[in-house]
Structure formats: C-alpha cells, structure tokens
C-alpha cells in the first residue's frame, strides 16, 4: 500500500490534532478521497440535471454520467449494466429484493438466514415469511460465529426458496463461502441472496462466479457517498419480477386501465435518483481500483493480524470471531473484562481514535456468544501499522481504567 | 479534562454500585432499554401515599455512565416525589452526576429516569 494514501483523503487533515485521527470504523462508513468528493460537488456545481428527461445539454450529461455509474459497478462485480440497480444502501438493496421475491413465496416455504447476520439481512426476510405464511429459518453458527457449509447442506431442503447469507460478518470479520452455499441453494431449487457490505469494498467479486442470484451492497462502505448503493439480479430474474416501488421513470406505458414497466434496471428505480451519490459511487470504485482490491485486502488483513495478535497477549481481552485468519477479513471484534464496550469505545475517542461499540446490529450473533456488545476495530486501505500500535495502546489504557 | 467523564465518584459508583438489588415486593417497577446498546435497567420503588420514595433500588447491566447514574439516581430518590424524578433532564442528570454529557452519553444517563417513567404499579 502506498504510503501517503492519507493524504487522499481530507478527513484526516480535518480531524487530526496534535495526535493523528485514527480512524477504525470503514466497516459502518468509508471516508472518502478528494477525487470522489470532487466528482460529487462537480455533479452540483456544473451540471445537475434529472436523469430521467432532459433533452438539453446538462441532462444529458447528467444521463451519461449516471449510466457510466452503473457501468463501473457492472464491471466491478463482473456483471451487466441491465442487472444493477441503484438503491440507497444495502438496506434498502435487501428490502427490495425480498419485496421482488414475495410473489415467488408460498405458505409452508422456508426462508434461511444465519445467525450471524446483520438486521438488515434478517428481519427483511423475517417479515417476508411473516407476509407469506413462510417458515423463517435461521441457520446456526459454531462456537466461534463462523457457519459450517454442512449445516447450510443439512438445513438445506426442498422447501428452501431463499437463503439469504452475508459474505463477510460486519460484526467478527468471518468470511463465508457463498460460492458453495449458492450452489447448494440452487441444488435444492432456491435462490441466493448475498448481502456484500463487508465484501464488495475489500476484496474481489465476480457475480458470475459466485453465481449468487442477488447480491447487495452500499456505497458509503467502498468509499463512495452516504445513501447509494447497489442491488445486482441477474437478468433473468429482473426480467420476470416486477416492480415494488411505483412512480415516474420506470413505466412503459400509463393507462386508466392498467400500467406497463420499462425494463430493467430502469423499472426498479421510480422516481429521481440519487444521481450524485451514483456518480461519486462510480468515482470510488475507480479509485479502488486503481489500488486493486487484492493489494487492499491483503493490507486489511495484515493489520488486522498485527492487532488480533497484540490484542491476544493483553490480559482480560476476548477476542470474538473464527481464530483461522485466512477466513477473516479486516475486522477484529473484542471486549475488554470490566468494561463496557461503549466505555472503551469512548476512552479511545478520547485519544482520537474511532472504533464501533455495541452489539453491531447482530442481536443473534451476541445473543449466540452471550454477550451485550463488543469493540470492533475495522481496518481499511488508508490505515497504518501506526494506527493498530494507538489502539492497542488506547485499549490498554481503557484496561488499565477499569482495572482488568 | 482528559477523562472528566470517568471522575472516581463515577467509578466508584460503578464498580460499587449501590441499591442494585430486586426490591421484593416493590409497588413500582419499571424498564427501560437503550436501543443504542442493548442495556436495560429495571428500577424498583416503595413509595408512600403521596409519591414519595421511601426506597429505591435496580438491576441490569451497562456502561459506567448507566450504572453509575442508576446508582446515584436510587440515593437520590429517597424522599423525592415520583412524579419530580420522571421529569429529570438532560442537565439535571449532569448536576446528579456532576459531568457534563454528550447527546448520546445522556441517554446512557437518562435510562434509569426513563424506566422510572415506564413504571407499572402494583
């Protein structure tokens, strides 16, 4: 990783005192480079424009701008064009996918989750089953919060119509192999829905390869502005469903007798989008590209180790998630004894340290460890082997407050 | 200023804290849980015929800033009227616990006041 990658990104010039900003949450919201706030504020500035109808010069600018969005997302998952709908984040990503797929559910059917996912991966489907009279299934986790492929093959079955499953837990940093559960999905006849928050921003995907049948991300996590993100289909599946949000932009033909939709993408995206927020989703995926996703990831990792490692040795320290560090991602999750994780997280903001404390929006993954919370440090490309020795040192002091 | 949040009598508070029990047989109950974080804090009070806390006491787990306010707040209420202790604020809570609070850090503080109002009595 480059050195003065720091210098990129204006947060840590804004946010730095006498002490450096360590900034250790991505895993919520990425910061973002100069060239992805430029590429928003020049949207503003020089030609903003609806995307949807203007035959003048801006509009069409703006048009081209949006669409070469939607082309660096296709090609950053190794998709097409037409199979990427923008949305606000992952969350709304996922609530649409299981609106599309209600008309596919009947009573009795049998919807999967794990246990470790986030909120939003869960009570979208929890709810879906509720609508549809579908059995809510949630797939449970080993000792160490990682999912066993032979409980998805035995759970499995030939009522399973969806399992939705993250890619990379937000809350331990385990990663999961959705190729092999999309393949089991589609050996008993169900779908694949892959929530890639954690994934998409550190390590390479390719749609095509995972086969998965959805898949979702946010754009705030790959460095891009709050309120963008992605659902990807494939084509087949946007061709057949129809629309859950109605409105402007996404019809074919209006009628009193009936309407008719466009086609996807464009039918799933009522309304005016968030043109900026696409454009500048475009930008950073350009300029994490210019990185590369392996050279990120293998960056992410190692610090990660450098912190588990020196996290490991400290007394009254747990440490949560698989031990096998080839299956972990950037993200070290832990609880100092004594110590609530909200009083630690606000001794290291103390040392202008961020970090993310509490129970990360995975009710069922802390009440599986049988914990409140933990302290997660997530790591990312802009941070430093500096940055893991202020935490490991903040944490010590927390330690040392509360008397481990 | 450093760690003005963490003073000793806040420390104090919290690793002693004091009336953390289940008051058996208390008229008033009530819980409140921090959506933030997950902690709850269940309070328990006798009170007389005119609202008047005669004890308090609470059960529950948290952060310093809960436990320490929770602690504080049941000596606090001796001899005060229920209604008053409902309606504590945000600077109230700062004057109790003498350090001033974040927005986020308050509600921490404010859980025992909130659960005080979500009392059921029996």
Redesign the interface.
Known sequence: MKKDIKNDFPIFKAQSDERPFVFLDSAAVSQMPQTVIDAVSEFYSTYKANVHSGIYGIGMRAVEAYEGARNAVAEFLSADSNEIIFTSGTTASLNMAARMLESRITAGDEIMVSTMEHHSNFIPWQELAKRTNAIFIMLPLEKDGTLSLNTVRAMAGPRTKIIAITHVSHATGAVNDVREICRMAHGVGALCVVDAAQSAPHMPIDVRDIDCDFLAFSGQKVLGPTGTGVLYGKEKHLCELTPVIFGGGMIRHVSAEDSTWADAPQKFEAGTPHAAGAIGLGAALSYIEGIGRKEIMAHERNLARMARRALMNMPGIHLYGPGNEKETSGIVSFTVEGAHPHDVAEILSRENIAVRAGHHCALPLMNHFGISGTIRASFYLYNTEEDVERLVAGVQKAGDMFQV | M??E??KEHI?NHYRNPRNKYALTGAGVVGKEINA????EIILYAHADEDGVVTTMSFTG?????SQAAASLFTEYAKGKRIKELQEMTHADVERLLGISLSTV?AR?ALLPVKALGNRISK
Do not use: H, K, Q
């Not at chain 2, 787990?61 to 800033?65: F, V, W």
């Open positions: 450093e760690n949040l963490y420390l933030l974080c997950g902690d787990e948290g952060c310093a800033i850090r921490c």
